[in-house]
């Protein structure tokens, strides 16, 4: 089965930074679309950032210029660099996987997602 394994989440102060990191198995990061999702209590999941086959990534509008997605192809992994966290950023963080990204970081395309982690912003 394909498995997409979250890390990196946990406690930061307002302006801090984290690093979350997933790693896939049984599932090509480089040549399909990675996306990072979350996920707040009472909250509906909306779409954080995404990268193509071609690594052209794209972010939605309240993480653009603090948050940056990239791909280890060697490690088989994508990553989320979050700088300048608030506490408005604070959910469960999910990657998930799909052949082709969409136009905007919408949750429909992506089949495979991982079990999240949590970042909590205080």
């Known amino acids: 089965d394909v498995q997409l394994v979250e890390s990196g989440g946990g406690s930061v102060q307002a302006g801090g930074s984290l690093r979350l990191s997933c790693a896939a198995s049984?599932?090509?990061?480089?040549?399909?679309?990675m996306g990072w999702f979350r996920q707040a209590p009472g909250m509906e999941r909306e779409g954080v950032a995404a990268?193509?086959?071609?690594?052209?990534?794209s972010y939605a509008d309240p993480v653009k210029g603090r948050f940056t997605i990239s791909k280890d192809n060697a490690n088989n992994t994508v990553n989320l660099m979050m700088n300048s966290l608030k506490p408005e950023d604070t959910a469960m963080y999910y990657c998930?996987?799909?052949?082709?990204?969409?136009?905007?970081?919408?949750?429909?395309?992506?089949?495979?997602w991982g079990q999240g982690t949590q970042v909590t912003v205080s």
């Open positions: 998930a996987a799909a052949a082709f990204c969409p136009r905007t970081v919408a949750a429909g395309p992506f089949g495979y």
């Open positions: 990268i193509d086959s071609d690594g052209i990534a």
């Open positions: 049984e599932y090509s990061v480089s040549s399909n679309c």
